[in-house]
């Protein structure tokens, strides 16, 4: 069969699909940031306090700690999985960090090190529940969040902890150029790293070949077992990053911090475009759900809209972000 005549029975079976199909498709790729787009326009309209600079770099300080949960979380996605704990971590090691340097008496950077480390052995164990113990991803994560969030129950004694030097406080405070904080900053640069991993990087390649199908990855001969373990460790230590994070913005390590998180988490991943069912998704995507979901609650606590009614709010957003994706993938068969 020649190529033009393969390329005529393409269109036409292009043409027979129902035009919904067709709509769908093109509003996967691009309709993120279109949403992104409408969502400010409105939100100008609504609040004259909305589009200022100081409420801008507000927003951008308020969803760091989300942005960078994301990223992991975006691997973990993309490799058909799930990971629940990612809120109690952040409590865990913002836990460890203030009592290694309140009550153990050990230098910042080391406190600093230790909540680091805690968040990516978190994941590691998550990694190794799901890998080695066969746990599916949702089970082994909830063990997780329930781990994590009573073990920093059990440091603290419940109550939080604080005192911490001042130079750790205004990491989250100082404003390069008197503008852009540093915090912001670092969620740039680590989303950079993560998008160059994910396109360049043969083992990033392998994530989207894993969430597409799993047996064909491992035929193929890449290591699925190992890439899923770094990918859950990696999405801890980001995890625990987030906690050191708030913890420097809160100036006290709150055992209770990030409850709930990991559902704002999973929905700027979905929102911004990548599949629940594996094999799809991009940072530049998250970092636009992320984006939606932080200038969407800070509209609304503009126009004075009560929390109640936020919550029913986004809950429609997640709805309708992964009723696109189910549509988006029905279309394909």
Do not use: C
């Not at 067709?22 to 940031?33: A, K, M, N, Q």
């Not at 100081?54 to 999985?81: R, Y």
């Not at 990030?258 to 594996?278: F, K, P, Q, R, T």
């Amino acid at each position: 069969m020649s190529a033009t005549t393969q390329d005529q029975e393409t269109q036409a079976r292009e043409a027979e699909r129902p035009s919904w199909n067709r709509f769908f498709e093109r509003f996967g790729s691009s309709g993120p940031l279109v949403g992104l787009l409408v969502l400010v326009v409105v939100l100008s309209f609504l609040s004259p306090a909305f589009l200022t600079v100081n409420n801008m770099v507000n927003v951008f300080q308020q969803i760091s700690v989300l942005a960078i949960l994301a990223l992991g979380m975006t691997a973990v996605i993309i490799t058909a999985g799930i990971d629940l704990s990612v809120g109690s971590i952040v409590g865990l090691s913002g836990v460890v960090a203030g009592w290694t340097f309140v009550e153990a008496g050990l230098p910042m950077p080391v406190a600093f090190l230790a909540g680091l480390a805690v968040g990516a052995l978190a994941g590691f164990i998550s990694g190794l529940m799901i890998t080695v113990g066969k746990l599916p991803p949702f089970i082994a994560t909830l063990a997780m969040l329930s781990m994590a969030r009573g073990l920093a129950l059990v440091i603290s004694d419940g109550q939080p902890i604080s005192g911490y030097p001042d130079w750790f406080r205004n990491i989250t405070r100082y404003q390069l150029f008197g503008v852009l904080p540093l915090s912001v900053l670092l969620v740039v640069v680590l989303f950079l790293l993560g998008a160059a991993y994910l396109r360049y990087r043969p083992s990033g390649r392998a994530l989207y070949a894993i969430g597409g199908n799993e047996e064909v990855a491992r035929l193929s001969g890449l290591k699925v077992q190992r890439e899923k373990l770094k990918v859950y460790t990696a999405a801890g230590a980001l995890a625990g990053l987030g906690g050191l994070i708030l913890l420097s913005r809160l100036d006290s390590a709150q055992p209770t911090a990030g409850a709930g998180l990991e559902l704002d988490v999973i929905a700027a991943v979905v929102i911004g475009g990548a599949s629940l069912a594996g094999g799809r998704g991009s940072v530049s995507g998250t970092l636009v759900g992320a984006l939606i979901i932080g200038f969407l609650r800070n509209g609304l606590n503009l126009l004075d809209v009560s929390a109640f009614w936020q919550q029913v709010i986004i809950g429609a957003v997640i709805a309708i972000a992964v009723m696109t994706d189910t549509l988006r993938r029905r279309s394909k068969h």
